[in-house]
């Protein structure tokens, strides 16, 4: 009983670590779109230290449970390419091309049954987020998958994914659920605190 706590509370925090670090560092990329919007954003919080503070978190995250954390991360960066798969990147690759490059490091790294489990976890979270934040993101000019495929449609694909992570590990997908909604709750209660 008590190892299945433990398993349980570790893979918590490793995923709640994990998504911090990806809040600041998208936070930090997106600084000027959420400007316009007046959202609030981590890195106006944390400055110059935000790409530290997205490090140091995950290292953390990789110290307790690293296969993990670092799927999640790959996974996070291959998500965040859809909107820029046809842009040119500093290392002369399009977005699909970083992508396709992420994807192969992480099923040679990690093996094919965690990279599937996250990139559809996190596929499935950005979904839903993209469908909460459609009207600010519109305002804003930042893409968004649901004003540019429409909001059935990415519901449709978010509960999809979401059935293909809880398949592909059902352990996993309670921890993992729990620690990403942590860092989303406590960036609404931040949002509350800076209004």
């Known amino acids: 009983m008590w190892p299945e706590i433990f398993d349980f509370f570790s893979t918590t925090?490793?995923?709640?670590?994990?998504?911090?670090?990806?809040?600041?560092?998208?936070?930090?990329?997106?600084?000027?779109?959420?400007?316009?919007?007046g959202k609030t954003n981590w890195a106006d919080i944390f400055d110059k230290g935000t790409m530290l503070y997205a490090m140091f978190l995950l290292a953390l995250s990789?110290?307790?449970?690293?296969?993990?954390?670092?799927?999640?991360?790959?996974?996070?960066?291959?998500v965040g390419m859809f909107s820029t798969m046809h842009d040119k990147f500093p290392s002369r690759l399009n977005g699909f091309q970083e992508s396709l490059v992420a994807f192969t490091v992480g099923?040679?790294?990690?093996?094919?049954?965690?990279?599937?489990?996250?990139?559809?976890?996190?596929?499935a979270i950005q979904l839903f987020d993209d469908y909460i934040d459609a009207h600010s993101d519109c305002l804003s000019g930042q893409r968004n998958l649901v004003n540019r495929y429409g909001k059935m449609e990415c519901l449709l694909v978010g509960s999809v994914c979401t059935l293909v992570a809880f398949g592909q590990n059902e352990q996993l997908f309670i921890p993992t659920l729990v620690g990403t909604a942590i860092v989303y709750l406590l960036s609404l209660r931040l949002n509350k605190v800076r209004l």
Not at 62 to 77: E, H, K, T
């Open 62 to 78: 990789a110290g307790i449970n690293a296969s993990l954390a670092l799927s999640l991360f790959l996974g996070s960066y291959i």
């Open 13 to 37: 925090i490793a995923v709640a670590c994990c998504s911090a670090a990806i809040k600041l560092a998208d936070d930090y990329l997106d600084k000027d779109y959420d400007a316009i919007a």
């Open 107 to 123: 099923i040679v790294l990690l093996g094919w049954s965690k990279m599937l489990f996250a990139l559809s976890f996190v596929c």
